[in-house]
Nanobody
Framework: QVQLVESGGGLVQAGGSLRLSCAAS????????MGWFRQTPGKEREFVAA????????DYADSVKGRVTISRDNAKNTVFLQMDSLKPEDTAVYFC???????????????????WGQGTQVTVSS
């Protein structure tokens, strides 16, 4: 019912910027709270950022706060993750995720999300 496709990953030097996009299909996009997570080998999927259905509320992990901005364009069925001042420890596969329809607020835990994209690799060199 909901399909998510991430794009925008790549190789960037420390201190650089990257903008990830997640295109969604299915039912009305504005029904779904969205999130970004990341994962490296040997670690559990880590919360990065979340945004409510209308975009009125956002939440960020402490590790990225001040460097990352999550936003959404409901008319385009797209959620974005703008990343600035990137660090080598930001290197990971980044996933976007969608809750079920009708959930209010933001969610910082992976179990809240029903649908996941395929992931896009972000590599930050030092």
């Amino acid at each position: 019912q909901v399909q998510l496709v991430e794009s925008g990953g790549g190789l960037v030097q420390a201190g650089g910027s990257l903008r990830l996009s997640c295109a969604a299909s299915g039912r009305t996009f504005s029904r779904y709270a969205m999130g970004w997570f990341r994962q490296t080998p040997g670690k559990e999927r880590e919360f990065v950022a979340a945004i409510s259905r209308s975009g009125d509320s956002t939440d960020y992990a402490d590790s990225v706060k001040g460097r990352v901005t999550i936003s959404r364009d409901n008319a385009k069925n797209t959620v974005f993750l703008q990343m600035d001042s990137l660090k080598p420890e930001d290197t990971a596969v980044y996933f976007c995720a969608s809750t079920a329809a009708g959930y209010s607020g933001t969610f910082a835990y992976a179990s809240a999300y029903n649908y996941w994209g395929q992931g896009t690799q972000v590599t930050v060199s030092s």
